[in-house]
């Protein structure tokens, strides 16, 4: 059986045999912003108070995601990563917040965030420690989880540091349990694959039943080099990660770094095209605050949001490798497919690409309509089965389509993902 057609089997198991998590969160893929990549574990609020991890960062980001377009995109939460909290627990056994850098306490920043008509994401750890050194929340899942509640907090970000790796699927579970019995509505984002793939396959079904969303790589860095590796594992782990995914229950390819520092133009469309196209969260760690306009467009743009939060919550996934480029291809609603070429030559000027090449063209039978996003928006018109369109891909960039079948012969879901990955040129 071919890789694809196996894919496409296992995604039908899949749907029967592994419910999500049940708390009605993540229909889509969640959206927001997260400090992480861009502003790490900088506590010196006294040298350097306007990037450190303080109240402070966070009410400013929730301002700039009220009033410049960003929560109207899409993106909902504000969130906390690693080294927030003090370095001691409270009296009372609870995590609290480091008291110099969160004079007003989580709850106080909870609701400024609400008040914008945000939501407000934190972090914690299932072992000891977080992987910063922090308290973790090992022996502590109902206190914590608890607490979180009655701080009213969204989304939990729950990391694997300083965990045995075999007690590893018990810790998340507990705590997965125990937020759902606070009776609050929290997110559940989960590392629990990333620390058992060195080791085994994770078990995606209890993964799925556990967390909404679940990191299975490295962390991304603010580099091309890594935004490759990440999609090179992706595609390489498709048939196993794939089929997981779906509305309540996603994989997580780590942050988008688009706006800051390591990728061009062209990088920067790459990696959103491609999150598009993996149904992944679009969690940013950037600084909105001082953010080029073409970075922000880039974000903001409708018609790629679009592609992410799609109602049929199918993962895409490559489905061609040839003479230097990659196809990746996503089901959509409607029958409609969203279709991303990726240069992959870091060399010379644009390369074309001939459409039908594509896997996935024989949706356009006996005819479809094609809009291309990326690199720019137009719409290319009827095409069919026959069209020798030339799509022109610059060195690391990626052109973004989508194909909308037109005939009444053509039947609603009428892309057949039975194509294999083949030579393409």
Same mark, same amino acid.
């Given at each position: 059986m071919s890789s694809v057609v196996f894919l496409l089997a296992a995604l039908a198991t899949v749907r029967r045999a592994a419910d999500a998590l049940d708390n009605g969160l993540a229909q889509t893929p969640t959206m927001g912003w997260l400090h992480w990549e861009r502003f790490m574990c900088n506590t010196d609020c006294d040298r350097d108070p306007d990037h450190c991890i303080s109240e402070r960062l966070y009410m400013q980001m929730a301002d700039v995601m009220a009033k410049e377009g960003w929560k109207e995109a899409g993106y909902e939460y504000v969130c906390i990563d690693d080294c927030w909290p003090a370095h001691q627990r409270d009296a009372h056994g609870r995590l609290q917040a480091d008291p110099n850098r969160f004079p007003g306490g989580i709850k106080k920043l909870a609701d400024y965030v609400h008040s914008k008509g945000l939501k407000l994401g934190i972090y914690a750890d299932v072992g000891k420690s977080t992987c910063a050194g922090y308290p973790g929340s090992l022996g502590y899942y109902e206190t914590d989880a608890q607490t979180f509640a009655d701080w009213e907090v969204? #989304?939990? &970000?729950?990391?694997?540091? %300083?965990?045995? !790796?075999?007690l590893l699927g018990e810790g998340y579970i507990n705590m997965s349990r125990a937020l759902n019995r606070? $009776? *609050?509505?929290i997110l559940y984002s989960c590392e629990?694959?990333?620390?058992? !793939? @060195?080791?085994?396959?994770? =078990?995606?079904?209890? +993964? /799925?039943?556990?967390? =909404?969303? !679940? *990191?299975? %790589?490295?962390? +991304?860095?603010?580099?091309?080099?890594s935004v490759k590796s990440i999609l090179d594992w992706t595609a390489s782990h498709q048939d196993v990660i794939v089929p997981w995914a779906g509305p309540g229950g996603w994989n997580d390819p780590d942050m988008l770094v688009i706006g800051n520092f390591g990728l061009s133009h062209d990088q920067q469309e790459s990696q959103m095209a491609l999150w598009a196209i993996m149904a992944a969260p679009l969690l940013m760690s950037n600084d909105l605050r001082d953010i080029c306009p073409r970075? *922000?467009? #880039?974000?903001? =743009? /409708?018609?790629?949001?679009?592609?992410?939060?799609? @109602?049929? $919550?199918?993962? $895409?996934? *490559?489905?061609? &490798?040839?003479?230097g480029f990659e196809v990746w291809e996503r089901p959509l609603s409607g029958g409609r497919l969203a279709?991303? +070429? #990726?240069? &992959?030559?870091?060399?010379?000027? @644009? /390369?074309?690409f001939v459409i039908q090449a594509a896997p996935g063209w024989k949706a356009c039978s006996p005819q479809c309509n094609v809009t291309q #996003?990326?690199? /720019?928006?137009?719409?290319? $018109?009827?095409?069919? @089965?026959?069209? =020798?369109?030339l799509i022109p891909v610059n060195p690391s960039g990626t052109a973004l389509l989508t194909v909308t079948p037109v005939s009444g012969d053509s039947p609603r879901g009428c892309w057949d993902s039975s194509s294999q990955p083949h030579n393409i040129l």
């Amino acid at each position: 059986m071919s890789s694809v057609v196996f894919l496409l089997a296992a995604l039908a198991t899949v749907r029967r045999a592994a419910d999500a998590l049940d708390n009605g969160l993540a229909q889509t893929p969640t959206m927001g912003w997260l400090h992480w990549e861009r502003f790490m574990c900088n506590t010196d609020c006294d040298r350097d108070p306007d990037h450190c991890i303080s109240e402070r960062l966070y009410m400013q980001m929730a301002d700039v995601m009220a009033k410049e377009g960003w929560k109207e995109a899409g993106y909902e939460y504000v969130c906390i990563d690693d080294c927030w909290p003090a370095h001691q627990r409270d009296a009372h056994g609870r995590l609290q917040a480091d008291p110099n850098r969160f004079p007003g306490g989580i709850k106080k920043l909870a609701d400024y965030v609400h008040s914008k008509g945000l939501k407000l994401g934190i972090y914690a750890d299932v072992g000891k420690s977080t992987c910063a050194g922090y308290p973790g929340s090992l022996g502590y899942y109902e206190t914590d989880a608890q607490t979180f509640a009655d701080w009213e907090v969204d #989304l939990l &970000k729950f990391d694997g540091c %300083f965990m045995d !790796w075999t007690l590893l699927g018990e810790g998340y579970i507990n705590m997965s349990r125990a937020l759902n019995r606070t $009776g *609050r509505s929290i997110l559940y984002s989960c590392e629990w694959p990333l620390y058992e !793939w @060195p080791f085994h396959q994770p =078990n995606y079904t209890a +993964v /799925r039943e556990t967390c =909404n969303h !679940w *990191r299975s %790589f490295s962390d +991304v860095y603010d580099s091309w080099s890594s935004v490759k590796s990440i999609l090179d594992w992706t595609a390489s782990h498709q048939d196993v990660i794939v089929p997981w995914a779906g509305p309540g229950g996603w994989n997580d390819p780590d942050m988008l770094v688009i706006g800051n520092f390591g990728l061009s133009h062209d990088q920067q469309e790459s990696q959103m095209a491609l999150w598009a196209i993996m149904a992944a969260p679009l969690l940013m760690s950037n600084d909105l605050r001082d953010i080029c306009p073409r970075s *922000r467009a #880039l974000l903001q =743009n /409708r018609h790629i949001i679009d592609i992410s939060q799609d @109602p049929l $919550g199918r993962q $895409g996934y *490559r489905t061609a &490798k040839a003479d230097g480029f990659e196809v990746w291809e996503r089901p959509l609603s409607g029958g409609r497919l969203a279709l991303a +070429v #990726l240069n &992959k030559q870091e060399i010379g000027g @644009p /390369r074309g690409f001939v459409i039908q090449a594509a896997p996935g063209w024989k949706a356009c039978s006996p005819q479809c309509n094609v809009t291309q #996003l990326l690199p /720019r928006y137009e719409e290319l $018109g009827v095409q069919t @089965p026959q069209s =020798n369109t030339l799509i022109p891909v610059n060195p690391s960039g990626t052109a973004l389509l989508t194909v909308t079948p037109v005939s009444g012969d053509s039947p609603r879901g009428c892309w057949d993902s039975s194509s294999q990955p083949h030579n393409i040129l």
